[in-house]
């Protein structure tokens, strides 16, 4: 259990990834809440698994909570935050999502022109069901708050100083290498499969780089389900580029390709396969060329 002094902290909204972070919490020793508003079923029944008190609107939610994490896809960070300061919130929002630096100061922007206080996040790793295999990296004036909140829970924390986007950026670089190295793969493995080389390939890679065609294979049933989810990421992560001064044209391509996955949002991992995924982008890329 935390030493921490235990607080009220609000969850928005209660994801796969989102649901893990309300659960380290409330490891940690702090009551968490969600609420209901204009949320799915499955969003419903996973704050009910989970014990989240319902606070029923966003509201009362910004009302009842000292802390609000903001976990949801990327093209929704600047609504869900400017929905924050209509309900007068001024506790501590810390923006979890897979955002750019620009984008994430302009939540900053958004956030303390209501009064709240704002810690920039980013997530690496899967949904954090076990330990040390997720990180919740963290900076900001109040980095240093939130990182105590996670004491005694499964959800590591790396504070990278007061740097209102440095959280976000470490994401962009991470993220920017397993998402944009898989989409990268999985469109080289359509262009040999066009040119009727896809078997060659595999055999090549058994030669020369073993693993690879494991790793193929574990992409197309990993990704294809969380695709869709991966497009504005992958928006974010081009843009971040760009101000870097670096090319963004990878990343604008793995849009394509995580966009050519988007039907198979939600689709049980053990029922896609390769061929099925390859298929998708290759019809995606006579489609666009017609």
Same mark, same amino acid.
């Given at each position: 259990?935390?030493?921490?002094?235990?607080?009220?902290?609000?969850?928005?909204?209660?994801?796969?990834?989102?649901?893990?972070?309300?659960?380290?919490?409330?490891?940690?020793?702090?009551?968490?809440?969600?609420?209901?508003?204009?949320?799915?079923?499955?969003?419903?029944?996973?704050?009910?698994?989970?014990?989240?008190?319902?606070?029923?609107?966003?509201?009362?939610?910004?009302?009842?909570?000292?802390?609000?994490?903001?976990?949801?896809?990327?093209?929704?960070?600047?609504?869900?935050?400017?929905?924050?300061?209509?309900?007068?919130?001024?506790?501590?929002?810390?923006?979890?999502?897979?955002?750019?630096?620009?984008?994430?100061?302009?939540?900053?922007?958004?956030?303390?022109?209501?009064?709240?206080?704002?810690?920039?996040?980013?997530?690496?790793?899967?949904?954090?069901?076990?330990?040390?295999?997720?990180?919740?990296?963290?900076?900001?004036?109040?980095?240093?708050?939130?990182?105590?909140?996670?004491?005694?829970?499964?959800?590591?924390?790396?504070? %990278? &100083? #007061? @740097?209102?986007?440095?959280?976000? /950026?470490?994401?962009?670089?991470?993220?920017?290498?397993?998402?944009? =190295?898989? +989409?990268?793969?999985?469109?080289?493995?359509?262009?040999?499969?066009?040119?009727? %080389? &896809? #078997? @060659?390939?595999?055999?090549?890679? /058994?030669?020369?780089?073993?693993?690879?065609?494991?790793?193929?294979? =574990?992409? +197309?049933?990993?990704?294809?389900?969380?695709?869709?989810?991966?497009?504005?990421?992958?928006?974010?992560?081009?843009?971040?580029?760009?101000?870097?001064?670096?090319?963004?044209?990878?990343?604008?391509?793995?849009?394509?390709?995580?966009?050519?996955?988007?039907?198979?949002?939600?689709?049980?991992?053990?029922?896609?396969?390769?061929?099925?995924?390859?298929?998708?982008?290759?019809?995606?890329?006579?489609?666009?060329?017609?």
């Amino acid at each position: 259990m935390s030493t921490t002094k235990n607080h009220v902290i609000g969850v928005v909204h209660p994801g796969l990834m989102g649901i893990s972070v309300a659960n380290a919490l409330i490891e940690a020793g702090h009551r968490v809440c969600w609420c209901s508003e204009n949320r799915s079923a499955a969003s419903a029944q996973r704050a009910g698994d989970y014990s989240l008190h319902d606070c029923e609107t966003l509201a009362a939610l910004c009302n009842e909570c000292d802390f609000i994490f903001s976990v949801c896809p990327p093209a929704e960070a600047l609504v869900v935050a400017r929905a924050i300061t209509e309900c007068s919130f001024n506790g501590v929002y810390v923006d979890c999502n897979a955002v750019s630096p620009a984008t994430g100061k302009s939540v900053a922007q958004v956030l303390s022109a209501s009064g709240a206080h704002y810690v920039d996040g980013g997530i690496i790793g899967p949904p954090a069901w076990s330990a040390g295999t997720t990180r919740l990296y963290l900076s900001g004036p109040r980095a240093a708050e939130v990182t105590a909140l996670f004491e005694g829970s499964l959800m590591g924390t790396v504070s %990278l &100083g #007061e @740097a209102v986007d440095a959280a976000s /950026a470490m994401k962009m670089a991470y993220a920017g290498w397993t998402k944009g =190295s898989a +989409a990268l793969l999985l469109s080289l493995f359509a262009m040999a499969e066009h040119h009727g %080389l &896809g #078997e @060659a390939l595999k055999q090549e890679w /058994a030669l020369s780089q073993p693993g690879l065609e494991k790793r193929l294979n =574990s992409i +197309a049933q990993g990704n294809a389900p969380k695709a869709w989810r991966f497009i504005g990421e992958m928006q974010q992560i081009a843009a971040t580029m760009e101000d870097a001064g670096q090319h963004p044209g990878a990343f604008e391509s793995a849009v394509d390709v995580y966009a050519a996955m988007a039907d198979f949002k939600s689709s049980p991992a053990h029922d896609i396969t390769v061929e099925a995924v390859i298929r998708s982008l290759i019809s995606t890329s006579k489609q666009s060329a017609s």
